[in-house]
């Protein structure tokens, strides 16, 4: 596991309180890991501090999974 | 028009002297003092250093970790100790109908904690907001109800009530009126407050309204000695179910008594100093005891507001006088404040809880930490010093007053 992803699903566990395992790849915030509106935007939030970068609002409606979280921070990150 | 009767068949509490209702009350007969060095944060740099903080508090022993992350420290003690009144009166999921349970909560402020610390953050930074989107969910102050509603799937009534240090009583009248109204048939009531940070123990400091007795804080909250210099922060949360007494009878619920009435009304006179005749006081009680059916010489106990402050204690001492008359002198007067310091918009209902305990149990807690007498209080007045006495209690009053100039007072009665 790359840097980036294992600190995306320390975020990601921390946050919505899901056991590690839970956290593969493909795993929805709202549809697998019990995510609601309030917590996916503070998921984002959260990205966003951990990595210094701002995502802007119409990327981060795209990013619904463990897996898209990763790949566009491994992309963007700084 | 008769009303309906109410009665209290379940009790939870979050004190600094326990963290149930025994703890609670075991300290509260014993005299012990709930104030220590504040450790919720640094406050090296305050004029008052110590509080009655709760204490070994762990949220995730009650919530899972990431619902208490969600949630206001208020919040997180009004869940616990709703949780423990909701199981005290044998209510479950399965024996209640929800729509006729309602949630009716008291808090002077709020989530103070929160707000405060997302300000800070954002005062960090360059000012590009990026609040945290459980800020306002956390702090707005009828979170409490709403969480308790959802906790325990309760569809009736449901809201806050603000009116400072009173807030809880407050609570407990409204749902007192929506029980008699036949609007539920229970209602959990109660209030909570947290908010022992910088911001609130610095607006109280900037105030002068704490003691600042930082070498001795377990003495500091002295009602009526004569060198009080001030209220001692106290946090908290009691709930208590109010419930309507044929309701109870029909479930073979325990009762521990009956909640006879509340009344209250406002000084008029300033934002925070009480009228100096305590005429809010006088009619406050007044009020309640019409709304309760009972006359002066009923009164068997009185807990005060009594919050250690030089004005506020004199002020309600003059206004018992007025109200009770030669009674006064027969009464048992006592500030559990003393004690648990003052727990702001909790202070109603935890000290109603003292009430409840004492009709229960025929002990009046008392006010210590009496070293002087002051000369200007009537020393004729049994105001119960340093130490419990034993005595028959048929009926207690609790008084609480709030900044803003808002009374509120209850009733409570042996149950026959």
Not at chain 1, 67 to 76: M, P
Not at chain 2, 30 to 39: C, K
Not at chain 2, 276 to 286: C, D, H, R, S, T
């Amino acid at each position: 596991m790359s840097d980036i992803a294992s600190r995306v699903k320390k975020i990601i566990v921390d946050k919505l309180g899901v056991d590690e395992a839970e956290v593969t790849n493909e795993a929805s915030f709202t549809n697998d890991l019990g995510a609601d509106s309030l917590d996916t935007v503070e998921l984002i939030m959260e990205f966003e501090k951990e990595f210094n970068i701002s995502i802007p609002d119409e990327q981060a409606e795209t990013i619904t999974t463990v897996g898209q979280a990763v790949s566009y921070l491994e992309e963007h990150a700084k | 028009m008769e009303f309906k009767r109410i009665v209290v068949t379940g009790m939870g509490a979050l004190t600094p002297l326990g963290n149930t209702v025994d703890d609670y009350w075991n300290g509260l007969i014993n005299g012990v003092s709930g104030a220590a060095p504040i450790t919720l944060f640094d406050a090296s740099k305050f004029r008052t250093r110590f509080a009655c903080e709760v204490k070994h508090f762990d949220p995730t022993q009650f919530l899972d970790k990431k619902e208490a992350r969600k949630v206001d420290r208020f919040t997180q003690f009004a869940l616990v100790a709703s949780d423990q009144a909701v199981k005290d009166a044998g209510l479950t999921k399965e024996n209640i109908n929800p729509d006729r349970i309602g949630v009716v909560l008291g808090s002077g402020i709020g989530g103070l904690i929160t707000f405060q610390h997302e300000v800070m953050d954002f005062a960090k930074g360059d000012g590009t907001p990026r609040f945290n989107p459980f800020f306002i969910p956390k702090m707005i102050l009828d979170i409490a109800a709403g969480q308790i509603s959802m906790r325990h799937n309760l569809r009736g009534p449901n809201y806050s009530v603000v009116s400072a240090c009173a807030s809880s009583t407050n609570a407990m009248i409204d749902a007192i009126n929506l029980i008699r109204l036949g609007k539920a048939d229970i209602i959990v009531t109660g209030g909570s407050e947290a908010v022992i940070s910088e911001a609130g123990v610095g607006g109280f400091n900037a105030m002068k309204a704490m003691s600042e007795r930082n070498d001795d804080p377990t003495t500091a909250s002295r009602p009526y000695d004569k060198d009080r210099d001030g209220f001692v922060m106290g946090e908290g949360a009691g709930v208590l179910i109010f419930e309507e007494l044929e309701h109870a009878k029909k479930r073979g619920a325990r009762i521990y008594c009956e909640v006879i009435g509340g009344g209250a009304t406002a000084d008029a006179h300033h934002i925070t100093a009480p009228h100096p005749e305590g005429l809010g006081a006088k009619n406050v009680m007044i009020e309640a005891m019409k709304d309760a059916h009972i006359r002066p010489e009923d009164v068997d106990y009185i807990n005060t507001h009594g919050t250690s402050t030089p004005l506020g204690d004199i002020a309600e001492t003059k206004a018992i006088l007025e109200v009770f008359g030669a009674h006064a002198y027969e009464l048992n007067i006592s500030s559990t404040k003393s004690m648990t310091g003052h727990c702001l918009g909790a202070a109603g209902v935890i000290e109603a809880i003292a009430c409840i305990k004492s009709v229960i149990h025929n002990i009046v807690p008392p006010t210590i930490n009496h070293f002087t007498d002051d000369p200007e209080l009537d020393p004729k007045l049994n105001f119960t010093f340093n130490k419990a006495q034993e005595r028959t209690i048929n009926v207690a009053l609790s008084n609480t007053f709030g900044f803003g100039g808002h009374n509120a007072c209850v009733i409570v009665k042996k149950y026959s």
